[in-house]
């Protein structure tokens, strides 16, 4: 089974100060791991991903998540938060098993979500 | 082009109407999605087609149908709608179904069953 927890509902940052979303998962094997954004009535835009390597994950935006084996985590940051980052937050998990047949790797499971509110 | 289409934007229907959401993808990608989503929710799976074949049905009511009739369409055949299937339906598409790709959202189409 595989799961991600996003603790915080709600997250309110300056605008022009560093921002984190936090995110820690429960996977069997291997984690992929992806964060994506939502802004209202749209659908979800992909930010970035971890497969393997460098722990640092660059993206979209600015953007960039940092993969922590020993925590289970993978907290998406932001050095300088603009007013148009505020949207809705979803970290996501897939477990990596090129072993097995088990459709359920397809499923990609998602967080509850992050509302980001950046305050001018 | 990473687009993912969906038509219509808004629908409203009717208990015991008929009707169909489309989806559209021409990257090439292999494996198609359909989510539901609540306000405020992350989304929940409701089917995954691998290769054009149905790999994987989340339970869902047979009042949802859904249709795969070549690698780049999905359609969502929906009849006898309950008030509380009104949602946001995204679609999404991946390289493949496997593996590390990261899935392309449609921006959805709002479904209000009255």
């Known amino acids: 089974a595989q799961s991600v927890a996003q603790p915080e509902d709600q997250v309110n940052v300056a605008e022009g100060n560093p921002l984190t979303v936090k995110c820690t998962y429960s996977?069997?094997?291997?984690?992929?791991l992806f964060w994506y954004v939502q802004y209202p009535n749209r659908g979800l835009q992909f930010l970035l991903k971890?497969?393997?390597?460098?722990?640092l994950v660059k993206g979209s935006y600015g953007f960039e998540a940092e993969f922590n084996k020993s925590q289970t985590s993978f907290h998406l940051k932001k050095p300088s938060a603009l007013v148009s980052d505020s949207a809705l937050y979803f970290c996501?998990?897939?477990?990596?098993?090129?072993?097995?047949?088990?459709?359920?790797?397809?499923?990609?499971?998602f967080g509850t979500g992050t509302r980001l509110t950046i305050i001018p | 082009d990473t687009e993912v289409t969906q038509t219509p934007k808004h629908l409203v229907m009717g208990m015991t109407n008929k009707k169909s959401l489309k989806c559209e993808q021409h990257?090439?990608?292999?494996?198609m999605y359909w989510y539901k989503q609540k306000a405020k929710k992350p989304p929940e799976l409701m089917f995954v087609?691998?290769?054009?074949?149905?790999?994987i049905n989340e339970s869902v009511p047979s009042r949802f149908s859904p249709e795969c009739p070549n690698s780049s369409l999905l359609n969502l055949h929906l009849h006898a709608l309950q008030p509380e299937d009104s949602a946001l339906y995204l679609c999404?598409?991946?390289?493949?179904?496997?593996?590390?790709?990261?899935?392309?959202f449609g921006p959805g189409t709002r479904l209000t069953v009255t």
């Open positions: 999404a598409s991946s390289q493949d179904p496997q593996g590390s790709y990261e899935q392309y």
């Open positions: 996977v069997s094997g291997n984690p992929y």
């Open positions: 971890y497969i393997t390597g460098d722990n």
């Open positions: 996501a998990v897939r477990v990596h098993d090129v072993l097995s047949m088990d459709f359920g790797n397809e499923k990609l499971t």
């Open positions: 990257m090439g990608h292999r494996a």
């Open positions: 087609y691998s290769y054009e074949k149905l790999s």
